[in-house]
Antibody
């Protein structure tokens, strides 16, 4: 059974940092693009970033460029999101999602981890 | 970035109704358009990928069509469990933007 499980969310002050993790199981992790998608409270979905199978290609939404860094460790079947210089508008549930081998749709999602940026 | 606009933003309907939600892209996304269903407190669920392909396990009352900039999601006969929020998403070019969502409510 395919599973992705996020962890690492919490309360952080504006300007602070947080590292999210996503543990994958039930599939060959290194075969798939992986992504982070977020959802602010009561709002819609926002795509944040994705990373290619080997980690050589990474893409970000403009609002997080230069502040967030996506990475992966295929030996550990894990995806990460390092979030620096956090702002109140980064408050959201962050979902880890499995992309396709060549495609950008998401058939598998985690349950999400809540990040709250507040003083 | 490609902007995705859904209409309507909310919709009231009854069990058994046929419902159509539209999604328009600000530029062509070919057939790289996907639809998701989300219920409160849950992660999104993939319904349709590449405009018209039904995800495994999704009931056949859901269907998708379109290409280029205009797409539709149709639910042929609404069931109670279909009342949720629906999102389109383009996977043609990064960032893979989502529509703002369509909330489907019980009339």
């Amino acid at each position: 059974e395919v599973q992705v499980v996020e962890s690492g969310g919490g309360l952080v002050q504006p300007g602070g940092s947080l590292r999210l993790s996503c543990a994958a199981s039930g599939f060959t992790f290194s075969d798939y693009w992986m992504s982070w998608v977020r959802q602010a409270p009561g709002k819609g979905l926002q795509w944040v970033a994705n990373i290619k199978q080997g980690g050589s290609e990474k893409y970000y939404v403009d609002s997080v460029k230069g502040r967030f860094a996506i990475s992966r460790d295929n030996a550990k079947n894990s995806l990460y999101l390092q979030m620096n210089s956090l702002r109140a508008e980064d408050t959201a549930i962050y979902y880890c999602a499995r992309g396709g081998a060549l495609t950008g749709y998401y058939a598998y999602w985690g349950q999400g981890t809540l990040v709250t940026v507040s003083s | 970035d490609i902007q995705m606009t859904q209409s309507p933003s909310s919709l009231s309907a009854s069990v058994g109704d046929r419902v159509t939600i539209t999604c328009r892209a600000s530029q062509s996304v070919s057939s790289y358009l996907n639809w998701y269903q989300q219920k409160p407190g849950n992660a999104p669920k993939l319904l349709i990928y590449t405009a018209s392909s039904l995800q495994s396990g999704v009931p056949s009352r859901f269907s998708g069509s379109g290409s280029g900039t205009d797409f539709t999601l149709t639910i042929s006969s609404l069931q109670l469990e279909d009342f949720a929020t629906y999102y389109c998403q383009q996977s043609y070019s990064t960032p893979y933007t989502f529509g703002q969502g369509t909330k489907l409510e019980i009339k």
